[in-house]
């Protein structure tokens, strides 16, 4: 009898300790440590300092998980697009970096955020032969800082931007505009080449876009239109590195001679 009392009261033991052990009191697990907002800020700074851009990231945003409307999280999703932004993410920087512009409005840091959103964009940038778009982002937004922020540190750097992002969009029309020249849509052509004398900021590129608004207007049968495109090439732009050619097209036209056009630089093909 004693035995069987004995027997029950070690089943009742070993199941009660088996209970304790579901809800974590008997287990040899180390209970989880609840992390510090201020302390994985501190870790992801240091992180960021020592170019580990990943780990940066992923304390930043441990950061706004524990504290996403507290006191750190302006500086974590700060510092989380600076990780993005320095690791070459820059698509995903954008988006934190708009997130804390609509989210921090009147922060201090609001014009070097807004000038960063915009490297973002011009860092994305592709060739004048390939799609603008992130041009015209970059664009919008170097200038939407000179508005809203025009005595910012950062102005100066953006007015250099925008003239980069003026030149890489002339570029692209004189691109495009030679396509239509090729396929005959002289008006398209037109129409390209003159925006891009617009946008201009390098001189080459300005006196290119005159030649071939010369070369169209000739094209259209308008020999006195293009005559005056290449005298202009001629006159203010005489260190073009094709100004040869404009003189040569100019003379021929004045003395009514025929001759073969060559194309000059690169025709797109789409």
């Given at each position: 009898?004693?035995?069987v009392i004995l027997l029950a009261l070690v089943t009742a033991l070993l199941a009660s300790c088996s209970s304790m052990d579901i809800f974590g009191l008997?287990?040899?697990?180390?209970?989880?440590?609840?992390?510090?907002?201020?302390?994985?800020?501190?870790?992801?700074?240091?992180?960021?300092?020592?170019?580990?851009?990943?780990?940066?990231?992923?304390?930043?945003?441990?950061?706004?998980?524990?504290?996403?409307?507290?006191?750190?999280?302006?500086?974590?999703?700060?510092?989380?697009?600076?990780?993005?932004?320095?690791?070459?993410?820059?698509?995903?920087?954008?988006?934190?970096?708009?997130?804390?512009?609509?989210?921090?409005?009147?922060?201090?840091?609001?014009?070097?955020?807004?000038?960063?959103?915009?490297?973002?964009?011009?860092?994305?940038?592709?060739?004048?032969?390939?799609?603008?778009?992130?041009?015209?982002?970059?664009?919008?937004?170097?200038?939407?800082?000179?508005?809203?922020?025009?005595?910012?540190?950062?102005?100066?750097?953006?007015?250099?931007?925008?003239?980069?992002?003026?030149?890489?969009?002339?570029?692209?029309?004189?691109?495009?505009?030679?396509?239509?020249?090729?396929?005959?849509?002289?008006?398209?052509?037109?129409?390209?080449?003159?925006?891009?004398?617009?946008?201009?900021?390098?001189?080459?590129?300005?006196?290119?876009?005159?030649?071939?608004?010369?070369?169209?207007?000739?094209?259209?049968?308008?020999?006195?239109?293009?005559?005056?495109?290449?005298?202009?090439?001629?006159?203010?732009?005489?260190?073009?590195?094709?100004?040869?050619?404009?003189?040569?097209?100019?003379?021929?036209?004045?003395?009514?001679?025929?001759?073969?056009?060559?194309?000059?630089?690169?025709?797109?093909?789409?």
């Amino acid at each position: 009898m004693r035995k069987v009392i004995l027997l029950a009261l070690v089943t009742a033991l070993l199941a009660s300790c088996s209970s304790m052990d579901i809800f974590g009191l008997w287990s040899n697990e180390p209970q989880k440590k609840e992390e510090n907002p201020q302390e994985l800020y501190r870790e992801a700074q240091g992180a960021l300092a020592k170019k580990k851009f990943k780990e940066a990231e992923e304390k930043f945003k441990k950061v706004l998980e524990a504290s996403p409307q507290g006191n750190m999280a302006e500086s974590a999703r700060l510092g989380l697009a600076e990780s993005y932004y320095k690791n070459g993410d820059y698509e995903e920087a954008a988006a934190v970096y708009e997130d804390y512009l609509k989210l921090h409005p009147l922060s201090p840091n609001s014009d070097y955020v807004q000038f960063k959103l915009a490297m973002c964009y011009y860092k994305l940038m592709l060739p004048p032969y390939k799609d603008q778009t992130y041009t015209f982002k970059a664009l919008e937004a170097f200038k939407k800082l000179l508005k809203l922020y025009p005595r910012s540190p950062w102005a100066a750097r953006a007015r250099e931007k925008i003239a980069e992002c003026q030149e890489r969009l002339a570029q692209h029309d004189i691109y495009v505009g030679k396509y239509y020249f090729k396929v005959g849509k002289y008006k398209s052509a037109k129409m390209r080449f003159q925006w891009a004398y617009e946008k201009a900021t390098n001189p080459s590129t300005a006196a290119e876009a005159l030649y071939w608004l010369g070369r169209t207007y000739e094209a259209m049968g308008d020999k006195k239109k293009a005559m005056e495109y290449y005298e202009k090439v001629v006159k203010d732009f005489g260190m073009w590195e094709n100004v040869d050619q404009a003189e040569e097209d100019l003379k021929a036209l004045k003395e009514g001679r025929k001759r073969k056009k060559k194309l000059l630089g690169v025709i797109p093909w789409f």
